[in-house]
DNA sequence: CATGAGCGG
């Protein structure tokens, strides 16, 4: 407790007398933007020394990341020193250019057109001949009117030989039978146990959730659907803007489906925006039928 | 005027 009055920092309590005497380090701004820093300090004879510095504070390329075109000016260096610039395949290995893709389909604003190969590929696949992999028919396999009910062939049929041999298992029956015995793919709940003879469907085929979407015709074939969005979210969250346009031309054929959490928001907006005027021409809103 | 896309093979 042998604390100086007054004094409240006991870490200087070692050389307490020679630290007070010397006197405080001073910074002075220079005309050319240097500082001068003058030390008064004891140095190893413990003598009193009086130092003078003089300095330049740097901001820029220390602190401040540079874009990669910045960096690819920087001189090359080690056996890279003095070459040309950019990579050279003896000392350098590019990378795999790796696209950022925040969710699955999406596609970047700048979209390069398809080339020819692409192009190519994707006419092949329209002259496809479709067949169903169902009941073989001339439509996919999503579009088959038996799909809620038949398995894919080869999967159904597929059962394990000392069962096939019994029972004709080319039936809904052998279905169940045939779960997690040989079948590789992924058959969906509906339609294990014997597909529809087991649960109850609620109203019948599967339908989009369009209670809360608006139908909204005579649009502007300028119109964009953030633009619709934009116009529409003031009442509520909305889900999903939906501008039909023509696959060809890419024009807006002048309807819309707007779709909203709440249906009482989509009730609102109905009401609010029927008869808006919207470019040139006057909106009509509606509640959408049932989807297609 | 007008009731949505693509997937997949």
Known sequence: MSNTPGRTDWAEDDEPDLASALPQPTRTKNKDGTETIVTVFLNEDGKKVKRTQRIR???????????????RQWPKMGIEANRAPGPHSDTTTLGENIIFRPVVGYKSGAAEAPSAEEDKKTEALKKMAIK????SGDHFTTKCPFKDTMAPEGEAGAGPPDLGEEVGSKTLEG?????????????????????SAGGERMGGKYERDD????????????????E??????????????????????GRAKGFAFVSFVDRSDAALACEKMDGFGYGHLILRVEFAKKAT
Request: some cysteine; glycine content about 12%.
């Open 175 to 195: 279905l169940g039978s045939g779960l997690g015995k040989g079948g590789s793919s992924y058959v969906p709940p509906h339609m294990r146990n014997g597909g």
């Open 211 to 226: 209670l809360a979407t608006l139908r909204v015709t005579n649009v502007s074939e300028f119109a964009e659907e953030d």
């Open 132 to 135: 169903c992999r169902i009941c």
């Open 57 to 71: 504070t740097i901001t820029k390329r220390i602190y401040e990341k540079p874009g990669v075109a910045e960096r």
């Open 228 to 249: 619709l969005r934009a116009l529409f979210e003031r009442f509520g969250r909305v889900t999903r803007v939906f501008l039909a346009k023509d696959r060809e031309t």
